[in-house]
């Protein structure tokens, strides 16, 4: 069963503007993270974000934050203030239990337009 | 947060061949961990590098493919052995910063083709 989902293929946003990328978990683990990463052409997986399953506030990380609803078992990644640079593939993770092994989702193309 | 450096950064080998990919970390870790990018795919776990004992492979992948040395702390190796086409990919390293941080921070990457 696929444990992280992410529905959309790609999404386009205006420079400037804000852009909420959807992921859904499947977990039977009470303690759990969830991970958002960027990718670009380049290759290279950037890190920015985490929310661990206790944690009660949504994690912030600058222009980016996670939409945490456990219930609903959904981390959305909120990007504020689009920047060019922001034009990559994201992809959502989680990890559960303690052995740190990530499962990913599909991902989301990002293309922000000037 | 971890510097991780991976050798080499891309290369294009002929089937059949193997190559070997060297993963180092700035600091000592307990746990590094390997994974496969096919071509417009997402991420999935080779293995675990264990220090000192035998990887820990996932479901699909084998030793004698994707053999993996793990000889201290701050270094690891992957071999892709009698390379196919079906090969080619990404291959990233990656490190739990664990403790309050919870990072998990990945090498740059090995983009590899295979003819």
């Known amino acids: 069963a696929q444990k992280i989902t992410q529905t959309q293929p790609g999404m386009f946003v205006q420079e400037k503007e804000a852009v909420t990328l959807d992921c859904t978990y499947d977990t039977s683990d009470q303690s759990y993270g969830l991970f958002w990463y960027k990718q670009p052409s380049s290759g290279e997986m950037i890190f920015l974000i985490y929310?661990?399953?206790?944690?009660?506030q949504n994690a912030t990380e600058g222009r980016y934050s996670l939409n945490f609803q456990k219930a609903r078992k959904s981390a959305n990644l909120v990007i504020s203030a689009s920047q060019l640079g922001d034009s990559a593939m994201y992809f959502c993770a989680m990890r559960e239990r303690n052995d740190y092994k990530l499962s990913f989702g599909a991902g989301t193309t990002v293309t922000v337009r000037a | 947060s971890a510097v991780i450096s991976q050798k080499p950064s891309r290369d294009i080998c002929q089937r059949g061949t193997s190559l070997t990919i060297q993963c180092q970390v700035d600091s000592q870790v307990t746990m590094m961990f390997w994974y496969r990018q096919q071509p417009g795919q997402s991420l999935t776990l080779i293995a675990t590098?264990?220090?000192?004992?035998?990887?820990?492979?996932e479901s699909g992948f084998v030793i004698d493919k994707f053999p993996i040395s793990r000889p201290n702390l701050t270094f690891s190796t992957l071999t892709v052995s009698n390379m196919s086409p079906e090969d080619s990919s990404i291959y990233l390293c990656s490190v739990p910063t664990g403790g309050r941080s919870n990072e998990q921070f990945f090498g740059p990457g090995t983009r590899l083709t295979v003819l």
């Open positions: 590098a264990n220090q000192g004992s035998e990887a820990t492979y």
């Open positions: 929310q661990g399953s206790y944690d009660e």
